[in-house]
């Protein structure tokens, strides 16, 4: 199953784990394959090297999994959208990307993300949901 993943659930899952930990773990098993734009790796490394400061003793570089990201995520170019759709503009670019690779499914517990679940036939859901609703088994 293809899945675009929010900033929050990536990192939240490499820095402590949890039920986003489990969906990368969904990931390198094969069970999901992740959609990402240069936007949104973009976004990683910038949100990453912020959580690296405050963390240093968890993570001290996202260096290598990004460069994994980067080879075995798919990667689409995804133009911006016409007109904002999440009430966070920041947002857009996981709908933009989504809508551009045909991605049913954004993984996301951000609350404006998860307020325009539906739009262009796009599900959003968190992580919680996405692994019961697939019975992903980590």
């Not at 069970?31 to 490394?45: G, K, M, W």
């Not at 980067?70 to 995804?78: M, P, R």
């Not at 999440?86 to 517990?109: E, H, N, Q, Y």
Request: net charge neutral.
């Amino acid at each position: 199953m293809r899945v675009v993943l929010d900033t929050n659930v990536l990192l939240s899952g490499i820095f402590f784990g949890g039920v986003p930990g489990r969906l990368l773990d969904a990931w390198q098993n094969g069970q999901l394959a992740l959609v990402l734009s240069p936007a949104i790796l973009t976004e990683y490394r910038r949100a990453g090297a912020q959580l690296v400061v405050r963390y240093p003793s968890t993570v001290t570089t996202l260096d290598p999994i990004l460069a994994l990201l980067a080879q075995a995520a798919t990667i689409v170019n995804a133009p911006a959208l016409p007109a904002a759709v999440s009430a966070d503009p920041d947002d857009d670019k996981f709908l933009a990307c989504a809508l551009a690779s045909r991605t049913p499914v954004i993984v996301s517990g951000d609350k404006h993300l998860l307020r325009v679940s539906g739009w262009s036939g796009i599900e959003v859901l968190t992580p919680r949901q996405l692994i019961d609703r697939y019975r992903l088994d980590t």
